[in-house]
């Protein structure tokens, strides 16, 4: 395999082999993975104490809620959202694909399902001060 191309686009890394771009996963999306992470042992702990759960209103009429069953797990090219997928939950896709650009599963859908997620965990954990 010969290297065509190396080039580097502010904080994320492109690389050329044979016409073919891989995407290593941005910086900001580790972060933002990384803080919802962080976060989650925080919100179990509110909800089974209070019984109060996560909630969006996020692409719907009424509040869908956010549950996860575990912390967000990259591997690879791949970021895996495991989600309770009861009656109102949000519903959001179980794999996603970095180097994906458009369409369900893509760079684009991961970065705005964690914001949903980052809010509404940051909004429950403003609630219990």
């Known amino acids: ?61 009424h509040a869908s809620y956010v549950i996860l069953t575990k912390p967000i797990e990259v591997r690879n090219q791949f970021v895996y959202i495991h989600e309770d997928k009861g009656y109102h939950a949000y519903g959001f896709e179980k794999r996603y694909n970095v180097n994906k650009t458009d369409g369900f599963g893509s760079v684009d859908q991961l970065k705005y399902d964690l914001s949903i997620i980052k809010r509404a965990f940051n909004k429950l954990i403003k609630k219990q001060q």
Not at 24 to 53: S, W, Y
């Open 1 to 61: 395999m010969v290297l065509d191309k190396v080039r580097f686009l502010s904080d994320q890394r492109t690389i050329m082999f044979n016409n073919k771009q891989t995407n290593t996963m941005k910086k900001a999306i580790q972060n933002r993975i990384d803080a919802i992470n962080d976060m989650l042992p925080i919100v179990e702990k509110h909800e089974i104490a209070t019984g109060n759960l996560c909630t969006t209103m996020a692409d719907s009429t």
